[in-house]
């Protein structure tokens, strides 16, 4: 049966979505900034950071209305209790996409310490992470979300790999340390993003069945040692 | 309404003083009181109940749900055989046992079960009489006419059902003077006087405003320490709220029996889900 007020949730969700791809899209942006030197873009993306602000602030203010005048339960209430939660995570997202591209002028300045290699692979997994995430929202997938939990580990090791390799440049080449820190930032926030993705997905599987997996092995790489 | 039909719905005289045990924490794991096992029930040739197996646990609050003619208000009224009442109505299978005892075998005294059995309707009931007489009644047909006892009775009573406050000053008005809130916990207060174990409310706030609905789901909370109470409500959140176990009823038959946050939070059906949602009913 149809309900008078079934748009709004047609709504709150699509404006969840919106974040999604907005989110994706700074990230992705972001990176290209990064890699191409490019500072315009890099303004862009800082620029739009702003749309995520306002969307996550509308999706709060919907989600407490529809709370207190509609009385969800069930899948419903999780809904708009993930809703605001995914939210929070994809507005963070923007956040960490700002903070990279903030640290793109200072380091097109100088020729890079060493080719960008492992900061995109690490961003292409996040990106993935982020996409799949807000796909599981769209089909309500547990299983799927299950997987994308899994694979933070993945971007947790690239990230200390690189911390250990870039430390190592700033002890043989004290002249690199600036640069070298600047990238370190860059690989913890892209490493936040994935664990952005992470508690989406999280979220993504107490929204299809009720539980809880957050801090359980279930969400651990069964590769992990 | 008749006289005998009266006490055939009110309980009139003492149960056994199995509801002065302590209150239970909420933590415990509370017996089985009454066990509906594989009951059918038909009004003439209509099948309105089939198959219903239910535990309920004492000294818990129990809410039977689901769209009117779902089949909650005719198990209600098993349970202290007021269908007996219509003549067309019969349990055809199945048992409905109370600590152990089969309600509906032949030896069982229906009048000595609905003492032990109290019912509160949706539609505030109280006798045409004064406030002190409507609890009294009960234990007036039993013959105790010490007024000390009578007095005792009607403040425990009345205190028990909030209402005390409310009227320790006009005892001896009639109970129709009172606003429709303090009539319901009137017919509370009189169902609590005989010392039932179980209190079975078939819509009790329907005719109530918020105000008064809330005080009486208030005292429902309250009640519970000393009763064991089953309640057919059609308000979502009254269930919600009040409730510590929730069975979903549609077409006759239990679809889902849960603790209330389940039933609320994830049920394991896709019709559960959808009623307590209000996508229909």
């Known amino acids: 049966m149809k309900r008078f007020f079934d748009t709004e949730l047609e709504t709150f969700r699509s404006n969840l979505v919106m974040m999604g791809e907005i989110a994706v899209r700074q990230v992705r942006d972001a990176m290209k900034a990064l890699i191409e030197s490019d500072l315009s873009l890099a303004d862009q993306v800082a620029a739009a950071d702003d749309e995520l602000d306002q969307l996550e602030i509308k999706i709060d203010e919907e ?35 700002t903070n990279i591209v903030r640290r793109v002028a200072r380091l ?5 310490i060493k080719p960008y290699v492992d900061l ?31 694979r933070d580990k993945e971007v947790d090791d690239l990230n200390r790999q690189l911390y250990r390799e870039l430390s190592s440049y700033m002890i043989e080449r004290p002249e690199t340390t600036s640069r ?13 993003i994935a664990d952005h993705a992470t508690n989406i997905a999280e979220e993504m599987i107490y929204l299809a069945k009720g539980e809880d997996v957050r801090h359980t092995e279930q969400t651990r790489n069964p590769d992990a040692g | 309404m008749s006289a005998h039909t009266l006490m055939e719905i009110t309980p009139t005289t003492f149960a056994p003083p199995i509801a002065d045990k302590p209150a239970q924490a909420d933590s415990e794991v509370h017996q089985t009181l009454i066990d509906i096992a594989n009951l059918d029930f038909f009004y003439g040739e209509t099948k309105a109940l089939h198959d219903i197996s239910l535990k309920i646990p004492e000294k818990e609050v129990t809410a039977f749900i689901g769209p009117s003619g779902c089949g909650k208000s005719t198990l209600l009224r098993c349970l202290n055989r007021m269908n007996d009442l219509i003549d ?25 079960l609905r003492k032990r059995v109290g019912m509160v309707f949706q539609k505030s009931n109280p006798f045409p009489k004064s406030i002190y007489e409507n609890i009294t009644y009960g234990l007036r047909l039993q013959g105790v006419s010490a007024k000390s006892r009578l007095d005792e009775v009607v403040e425990r009573s009345l205190r028990g059902a909030a209402l005390w406050d409310e009227v320790k000053d006009r005892l ?4 129709l003077s009172l606003s429709g809130g303090q009539q319901q916990r009137l017919c509370i207060a009189r169902a609590i006087a ?11 706030c329907s005719a109530l405003d918020p105000i008064a609905t809330a005080r009486v789901e208030e005292l429902i909370h309250e009640l519970k320490s000393k009763y064991t109470i089953v309640i057919v409500t059609h308000n979502m959140q009254q269930a919600a709220r009040c409730s510590d176990r929730t069975a979903f ?33």
């Open chain 2, 88 to 112: 067309i109505a019969r349990v055809d299978r199945g048992t409905i046992r109370i600590r152990d005892i089969d309600i509906y075998q032949p030896d069982v005294d229906v009048i000595e």
């Open chain 2, 249 to 281: 009823f549609y077409l006759g038959r239990l679809v889902e029996y849960a603790d209330t946050q389940t039933i609320f939070m994830k049920p394991s059906d896709a019709q559960t889900e959808a009623y307590v949602s209000g996508r229909f009913g």
């Open chain 1, 180 to 192: 070298a820190l600047e990238l370190m930032f860059i690989s913890k926030s892209i490493e936040r």
């Open chain 2, 172 to 175: 001896h008005e009639s109970g």
């Open chain 1, 63 to 97: 989600a407490i209305r529809y709370m207190s005048l509609r009385s969800p339960v069930a899948t419903e209430l999780r809904l708009v209790v993930v809703g605001m939660k995914a939210s929070h995570d994809l507005e963070r997202v923007g956040d960490e996409a």
């Open chain 1, 120 to 150: 995109p692979r690490m961003a292409t997994i996040a990106i993935q992470m982020l996409r799949d995430a807000m796909d599981c929202f769209l089909q309500i997938d547990a299983e799927k979300a299950l997987l994308i939990c899994q």
């Open chain 2, 194 to 204: 005989v010392e039932p174990e179980i209190i079975l409310m078939d819509e009790p």
């Open chain 1, 108 to 112: 097109s300045a100088e020729p890079p």
